[in-house]
């Protein structure tokens, strides 16, 4: 149905019209009620303000079925902070294989070759749509991944690429996987995310987790280059343990940890871990049908295997948008975000700005089933109305 004569405009909208990618929606049924119980106007490092911090930590480490021996810490800066407090921390002690197949894993590609200027670095990377040759990894150096591409869609299928016996560390940055996808821990060394996606919490906040292996790392090397304090994990040769135990490095907000703790219990209540990432391949099962039945779109990620549950990419594959000039394909999507926004029906759907032109659909566990059911007409219904506008204006 591309044919705006033919594309009825739908009756039912989604209830809740948040399918942004980050800051993502808030869980089912949130209000700012929520927030009631925020040890606002007290310290962090009150007795009380640490038991928070502490709940937090606990409660995501039990959700994330993260082994016992790992360290979860809050930082500074979102998933940002904890991944660059990661690769300064801890590469240049060996080789380092950067992966990138999307506009975040190529940010830390810049960061490991232009900031770091590490030596003895591998660049593997691939275009939208699809992943780098994962047999060509190295696991006698670091490597650095992104484990799901939120601008193109595309995650690592499963953790059976990552060498068990690696000489190096694995270090994922998990900010759109975490809670949605199975994360294999005896596979990783650093994982990193941040409150505002999978789990709909408020920015600012970053996750840091440390297997044994990585605190060893911090041990036994220094990086030559100088260490801010944000950045910092060790003093005088030891891990600063209160990292891992609720003493965040500065500030943090207790509104937003208050909100995370809404977050995870609501998670904790829906069944755990696996009825987070059950809430999500089933959003990524409605959209896919969808697809399947419709001839102006296509997954950006062509092999199902691959294909992201949480930022889910699509391409139109329309013969007439092809025929465009990529200025006006580029419009095409922006119009249907802004007409769609306009609505009410979807916010920020359009394709990240580096990706090629496209619509994202955050299918994260706090969106709804029910709500991409009715949004999918719209679509059809923005699409046929978008190429009639264009098409007359041509
Ligand atoms: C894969 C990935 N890495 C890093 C980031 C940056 O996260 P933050 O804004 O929490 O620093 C994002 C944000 O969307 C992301 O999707």
Not at 245 to 266: F, H, Q, R, Y
Not at 309 to 330: G, K, N
Not at 331 to 346: H, Q, R, T
Not at 352 to 358: I, K, L, N
Request: hydrophobic share 45%.
């Amino acid at each position: 149905m591309t044919d705006a004569a033919t594309t009825a405009r739908p009756a039912r909208r989604p209830k809740n019209p948040c399918f942004s990618s980050g800051p993502c929606a808030k869980r089912p049924g949130w209000t700012a009620s929520a927030l009631d119980r925020a040890l606002v106007g007290r310290s962090h490092r009150s007795g009380p303000g640490k038991d928070r911090l502490a709940d937090v930590l606990k409660r995501s480490r039990a959700l994330l079925g993260m082994p016992d021996d790992y360290r979860i810490g809050i930082v500074p800066a979102s998933d940002t902070g904890a991944v660059e407090m990661a690769l300064w921390s801890l590469l240049g002690a060996r080789g380092t294989d950067v992966l990138a197949w999307e506009s975040f894993g190529s940010g830390w590609v810049t960061d490991v070759t232009k900031q770091l200027k590490l030596k003895d670095v591998r660049v593997l990377d691939a275009p939208y749509g699809r992943l780098p040759d994962l047999a060509r990894v190295d696991w006698s150096r670091d490597v650095v991944f992104t484990w799901n591409g939120t601008t193109s869609g595309v995650r690592v299928p499963n953790g059976d690429w990552i060498a068990a016996d690696r000489e190096g560390l694995a270090i994922c940055d998990a900010t759109s996987a975490a809670f949605a996808m199975k994360l294999p821990w005896d596979r990783l060394d650093v994982v990193t995310y941040s409150w505002q996606k999978v789990m709909g919490g408020e920015a600012q906040h970053g996750v840091l987790v440390l297997s044994p292996r990585a605190v060893e790392r911090l041990l036994s090397y220094t990086p030559p280059w100088p260490m801010p304090k944000i950045f910092r994990m060790t003093s005088g040769g030891k891990l600063i343990e209160g990292i891992f135990k609720g003493e965040t490095i500065n500030t943090p907000s207790m509104v937003c940890v208050e909100d995370a703790l809404d977050g995870l219990k609501w998670g904790e209540a829906i069944g755990g871990a696996a009825a987070l990432a059950a809430r999500s391949e089933g959003n990524l099962a409605v959209i896919a049908r969808w697809v399947e039945r419709t001839p102006w779109v296509e997954f950006l990620a062509a092999d199902p295997a691959i294909r992201s549950c949480t930022s889910v990419c699509l391409s139109i594959v329309d013969p007439w948008f092809a025929a465009l000039t990529e200025d006006r394909q580029a419009s095409v999507p922006k119009k249907i975000d802004a007409l769609l926004e306009k609505e009410g029906v979807a916010y920020d759907i359009n394709g990240y700005r580096d990706a090629p032109p496209g619509l994202r659909i955050w299918a994260g566990a706090t969106v709804e089933a029910d709500d991409l059911e009715a949004l999918v007409p719209w679509l059809d219904w923005a699409f046929a109305t978008v190429k009639a506008e264009v098409a007359a204006a041509a």
